[in-house]
C-alpha cells in the first residue's frame, strides 16, 4: 500500500489498522504525509503500528523502481468500476490526499485506475469518500476477489 500526501492523523492510524486488519505489512508513505508517531495517528493504530511497518520515500523514484508490468492501481473518481476489474493477488494500492487525491506526479505512474461506485448507481449522494473508507473498501475488494 503507498499514500500520498495524507494529512489527518486518525485518517492514517485508521487506514494502518485496516492495513493490519488485511494482511498488509508494509505501506509506504510519501514524505509529506502526516507523521506516523503524531499521537494521534498512534491512538487510530489501536496497536496495528506493532504489527505493519510504515516507510516514507519520494514517491516517484519508488514506483519508478518497480518493474514495468507491475499492477500499480490508484483510486480516481474518473477510474473503472472496481467490482468489474481483475484484482491480482500481488499490486500496489495508492491512496490519495483527503482534499486532492493522488499527486499529478504520482498519478502518472498508476497503470490501474479504481473508481468505486455509489448506490445505487446515478442517484444523488456524496461527493467523495472518506480516505480511510475509501482503503477499506479497496482493501476489502482485493482480499474478497484473491483468496
Known amino acids: 500500500m503507498v499514500l500520498d500526501r495524507v494529512q489527518d492523523p486518525g485518517n492514517l492510524g485508521t487506514i494502518i489498522r485496516i492495513a493490519d486488519w488485511f494482511g498488509i505489512r508494509n505501506i509506504v508513505c510519501s514524505n509529506d504525509t502526516v ?16 504489527r505493519v511497518k510504515v516507510h516514507y520515500a519520494d514517491l516517484v523514484p519508488f514506483l519508478k523502481s518497480l518493474p514495468n508490468d507491475f499492477p500499480v492501481f490508484g483510486t480516481f473518481l474518473e477510474g473503472d468500476n472496481i467490482y468489474q476489474m481483475d484484482l491480482p493477488q500481488k499490486a500496489v494500492i495508492i491512496m ?3 482534499g486532492n487525491g493522488i499527486s499529478k ?15 445505487p448507481p446515478n442517484e444523488p449522494t456524496s461527493e467523495s469518500l472518506n480516505v480511510a473508507v475509501a482503503t477499506a473498501i479497496t482493501c476489502a475488494e482485493f482480499r474478497r476477489r484473491t483468496f
Not at 113 to 119: E, V
Open 105 to 119: 506526479e504520482v498519478g502518472q505512474l498508476v497503470n490501474k485506475k479504481l473508481f468505486i461506485p455509489s448506490f
Open 35 to 50: 507523521d506516523v508517531f503524531n499521537p494521534k495517528t498512534v491512538q487510530a493504530t489501536m496497536g496495528a503500528l506493532a
Open 96 to 98: 490519495g490526499n483527503e
